[in-house]
């Protein structure tokens, strides 16, 4: 069993930033791929970026230039700073891990507000 840990919501102005972490726990060997999701109310889940244990990373478009994922296997943790936030970047942020491209593994979620 996988256990995710997800720190560094709150509220922020537009412009403003935030740092999110995830610590990963329990049976993490077999974890390639860690990543952040959000979701909006009343929108679907969506992948916000990813990295796997190589460093290589992906980025939805809406936040690349402005959010940076980053990883420590060493302390099995996953970062997200985000930067020039926006009021559309509101949202549930997930942390999500797993072997591949398909996460198997959730957080409980930390929640990101941004004012305008």
């Known amino acids: 069993q996988v256990q995710l840990v997800e720190s560094g919501g709150g509220l922020v102005q537009a412009g403003g930033s935030l740092r999110l972490s995830c610590a990963a726990s329990?049976?993490?060997?077999?974890?390639?791929?860690m990543g952040w999701y959000r979701q909006a109310p009343g929108k679907q889940r969506e992948l916000v970026a990813h990295?796997?244990?190589?460093?290589?990373?992906t980025y939805t478009d809406s936040v690349k230039g402005r959010f940076t994922i980053s990883r420590d296997n060493a302390k099995n943790t996953v970062y997200l700073q985000m930067n020039s936030l926006k009021p559309e970047d509101t949202a549930v942020y997930y942390c999500?891990?797993?072997?591949?491209?398909?996460?198997?593994?959730w957080g409980q979620g930390t929640q990101v507000t941004v004012s305008s």
């Open positions: 999500a891990a797993g072997a591949g491209v398909v996460p198997q593994h």
């Open positions: 329990g049976t993490i060997f077999r974890i390639n791929l």
């Open positions: 990295i796997y244990r190589i460093g290589t990373t």
